[in-house]
């Protein structure tokens, strides 16, 4: 966590800000996206924490190769390890055959919020907010079997007659779980509607373990606002950072000096041409080109023009000619993204 003084700041020349910093700022898991290609250039843009993909306890327990590959992590930062499954006894198996002796997790994390219906159809996900029961059972052998913190990622509950984080949370506790993020919203929810921030103030009010806040943080306004509204330990952004780590270096600019600078198109075409480059060394040159599509798309949202590039290279398959469409959309249109 950054304890940063009004006087370092100063004496960093990162400008003299009102507060010490002390609300950390994550990359949420993102499945497909949070990678370690782009955890690292999440953290090289400032960001103070990240979370892997959700992996299954039970694919890893059977070495699936695919399952293995995410677990790919290169030079990081603080890098949380997140775990999706429901068998109390699997779940510690893992633990303490992969993760207690593996020195790049800095903590394990539970998957208590996926709302995906091949998920929740198999009892693990959002569905575990529906078995408190259970739930301690998997927070206890969790805890037992691990040398690490164990932290837990919920949602609100099921759905809006069904809200039931505050139990779930003070089970957590109770069985010593240190880390509570929270999605606002209800698993019937998904991702629609806005995140009730309210909800995180209250749990932040109720437990004394850290709470991160998380859900619909798309600027250094709404992550100032959402810190003074919910007075919460962390904050995790998911969405918002897709196409756009810049995000991380300008809430903390934000916070540093009260301002922070726009996203430029010269800068945005390096970094995704660095992204691509950092993804066809993981996967090779078709897989990258394939799974960046979407992020791709992401990067060029909001510049003049991006609508013609994004579509150009949606059917492109050969890096030489995206670098070449890359290379057209960096010498045109406005500087900054609107
Ligand atoms: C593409 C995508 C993949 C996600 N994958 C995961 C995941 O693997 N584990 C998890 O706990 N949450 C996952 N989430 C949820 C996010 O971590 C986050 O809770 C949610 O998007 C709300 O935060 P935001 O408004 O900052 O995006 C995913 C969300 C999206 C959009």
């Not at 089970?171 to 995180?200: C, D, F, P």
């Not at 990258?288 to 398959?317: D, H, V, W």
Request: with cysteine; charged share 25%.
């Amino acid at each position: 966590m950054h304890e940063r003084t009004k006087q370092q700041e100063c004496a960093m020349g990162t400008g003299c800000r009102k507060e010490p910093v002390s609300v950390f700022v994550s990359l949420a898991p993102l499945a497909g996206v949070s990678d370690r290609c782009f955890r690292e250039i999440c953290f090289h843009y400032g960001c103070d924490e990240a979370t892997t993909e959700m992996i299954s306890a039970q694919a890893l327990l059977y070495d699936s190769a695919r399952t293995e590959r995410m677990l790919d992590k290169g030079m990081e930062g603080k890098l949380t390890v997140q775990l999706f499954g429901k068998d109390p006894s699997i779940l510690a198996q893992v633990i303490r055959e992969r993760f207690n002796t593996d020195n790049c997790f800095q903590a394990v994390e539970l998957n208590m919020g996926c709302p995906a219906p091949k998920i929740v159809r198999n009892g693990e996900g959002s569905a575990l907010m529906r078995d408190p029961k259970l739930s301690a059972e998997i927070f206890r052998a969790m805890v037992e079997a691990s040398t690490k913190p164990i932290y837990v990622k919920m949602r609100l509950g099921w759905d809006e007659n069904s809200i039931n984080y505050l139990t779930i949370a003070h089970i957590a506790e109770e069985e010593g779980v240190s880390r509570i993020t929270l999605h606002a919203r209800t698993r019937e929810q998904m991702y629609a509607g806005k995140a009730n921030w309210g909800a995180i103030a209250h749990l932040k009010d109720a437990v004394n373990v850290q709470v991160v806040g998380n859900g619909d943080v798309t600027t250094p306004e709404e992550a100032e606002e959402m810190e003074k509204q919910t007075r919460c330990d962390g904050i995790a952004i998911g969405r918002a950072a897709m196409g756009n780590p810049f995000l991380f270096r300008q809430i903390h600019a934000y916070r540093s000096t009260g301002t922070y600078a726009p996203v430029s198109r010269e800068e945005t075409v390096a970094v995704l041409l660095d992204h691509y480059m950092r993804e066809i060394t993981c996967r090779g040159e078709q897989r990258a080109i394939l799974e960046m599509r979407k992020l791709m798309a992401c990067y060029l949202s909001g510049f003049s023009g991006s609508a013609r590039t994004k579509a150009a290279i949606m059917t492109m398959t050969d890096m030489t000619e995206i670098r070449a469409e890359l290379e057209r959309f960096r010498a045109q249109g406005d500087l900054f993204r609107t």
